[in-house]
């Protein structure tokens, strides 16, 4: 069973950057497709990005598209979540998850973090 731990979340101010990171132990990595997911307080969780095993596909949602950038690195065990231009609107808890199929659906999810809390202010 895989363990995935986030770090990296804080309180930032709007066009701001942060780097999210996601530890993934006890399982097989490498074979994971990582995804991020986010929920804002009084929302239902919804998709961020997802990133396959050999980084060979990469699909954002739209809302964050040329401010986001996910990457891995299979020999940390690690993927990352590079927020660029941050906007109040990208407020939200952000949990990474982990699954044998490359998708930007939450239920194809098997495992996930507990989340890290972004904030933005203006």
């Known amino acids: 069973q895989a363990h995935l731990e986030e770090s990296g979340g804080g309180s930032v101010q709007a066009g701001d950057s942060l780097t999210l990171s996601c530890v993934v132990s006890g399982g097989m990595f490498s074979r994971y497709a990582m995804g991020w997911f986010r929920q804002a307080s009084g929302t239902e969780r919804e998709f961020v990005s997802t990133?396959?095993?050999?980084?060979?596909?990469?699909k954002y949602a739209d809302s964050v598209k040329g401010r986001f950038t996910t990457y891995r690195d299979n020999d940390k065990n690690t993927v990352y979540l590079q927020m660029n231009n941050l906007q109040p609107e990208d407020t939200a808890v952000y949990y990474c998850?982990?699954?044998?199929?490359?998708?930007?659906?939450?239920?194809?999810?098997?495992?996930w973090g507990k989340g890290t809390l972004v904030t933005v202010s203006t």
């Open positions: 998850a982990s699954t044998l199929l490359w998708s930007d659906s939450e239920k194809e999810y098997d495992y």
């Open positions: 990133i396959s095993w050999s980084s060979a596909s990469i």
